[in-house]
């Protein structure tokens, strides 16, 4: 099969479309092919080794899965023992943040996929589960947000910031989004109450207060966490040291500001499945590549200025 592989940690620059042996499925494991695929964050972070920690996961000297790439959607080709949630010819979606994804063929575990909801498309449903999941669990299981409490999404036209704004609508919230001046019309189409462009702006000297505020770009201090919100969550982050510094004052007050890295279930897909089969949460994509473009829509998705979601497909 077809995958796009790295040998070495590096830019788009190194990733190559080659021939590798295709998986074979194993227990509790499903073999999809894949349809298609998006561009996240943490790929581009995987494919460089950066922040330098995260190579005691993914390979100190050199990438251990050569194969990039985490959120797919495509159709079960073959379902091992003690699967009991799909079968052959669903369609499904999910996301491996250990990689693999960026081929023509997946062996993912069961829990790590949802059932892509009728009239949905590969791209749509491709696009859904990282920054999905990411969306849902910060405003959700971390944020405890509740119906009629208001919400500060820092990054709202982003990947993870276009589902948070949906996502906090359909929860009943009050949405206040940051984002640049030229997305203001966009986040309002999405949902927004309210939006501040921080390059007409200053974010960090706005001084509403909010019951939750979700930073996805991480440029948020821990002052402007205090200042703004009765409690917070931290998603990205511009640099290590930024983040770093967010997290070693947090370490030192009673602020109630969280940090975490998504995690993949069948539960909060099916979720966020239902919210899109609904209408009330529907995934933009700015940019679609061939599968062969993959280094190119990495190398985008590094700008940092994607509106929604880069897509890429599997054409037969």
């Given at each position: 099969m077809k995958a796009i592989t790295k040998h070495t940690y590096g830019g788009p620059e190194v990733l190559r479309l080659e021939e590798v042996e295709k998986p074979s499925s194993?227990?509790?494991?499903l073999l999809v092919q894949v349809k298609a695929n998006?561009?996240?964050?943490?790929?581009?972070?995987?494919?460089r080794g950066e922040p330098?920690?995260?190579?005691?996961?993914?390979?100190?000297?050199?990438?251990?899965?050569?194969?990039?790439?985490?959120?797919?959607?495509g159709i079960v080709k073959e379902v091992a023992e003690h699967v009991t949630k799909f079968k052959i010819g669903d369609k499904v979606f999910g996301h491996m943040l250990q990689g693999g994804a960026f081929a023509e063929f997946i062996c993912a575990?069961?829990?790590?996929?949802?059932?892509?909801?009728?009239?949905?498309?590969?791209?749509?449903m491709a696009c859904t589960p990282m920054a999905g999941l990411t969306a849902l669990q910060a405003l959700t299981t971390h944020g405890k947000l509740q119906e009629g409490?208001?919400?500060?999404?820092?990054g709202s036209s982003g990947g993870v910031g276009h589902f948070a704004v949906q996502i906090a609508k359909a929860y009943g919230a009050q949405?206040?989004?940051?984002?640049?001046?030229?997305?203001?019309?966009?986040?309002?189409?999405l949902g927004a109450d309210a939006a501040i462009a921080y390059d007409q702006d200053d974010i960090h000297q706005h001084d509403k207060k909010y019951d939750l505020v979700l930073d996805t770009s991480g440029n948020l201090n821990f002052a402007d966490f205090k200042r703004l919100?009765?409690?917070?969550?931290?998603?990205?982050?511009?640099?290590?040291?930024?983040?770093?510094?967010?997290?070693?004052?947090?370490?030192?007050?009673?602020?109630?500001?969280?940090?975490?890295?998504v995690e993949a279930n069948t539960e909060d897909l099916n979720t966020l499945a239902?919210?899109?089969?609904?209408?009330?949460?529907?995934?933009?994509i700015e940019k679609t590549y061939p599968s062969s473009k993959i280094p190119e829509a990495i190398e985008y998705i590094e700008s940092m200025r994607t509106r929604g979601k880069v897509c890429m497909t599997w054409e037969p």
């Open positions: 194993k227990e509790g494991h998006s561009a996240n964050p943490a790929d581009w972070h995987i494919l330098f920690f995260a190579r005691f996961t993914f390979g100190l000297f050199k990438p251990k899965n050569k194969v990039l790439g985490a959120a797919f959607s575990p069961e829990n790590f996929c949802g059932h892509m909801p009728i009239g949905s498309t590969f791209e749509e409490e208001s919400v500060l999404i820092n949405v206040t989004a940051v984002c640049s001046s030229r997305n203001i019309d966009f986040v309002k189409s919100g009765e409690r917070g969550i931290l998603v990205g982050f511009t640099t290590m040291g930024h983040m770093m510094s967010v997290l070693f004052k947090k370490g030192f007050g009673k602020f109630p500001l969280h940090q975490f890295t239902n919210l899109i089969k609904e209408g009330k949460v529907k995934p933009y």
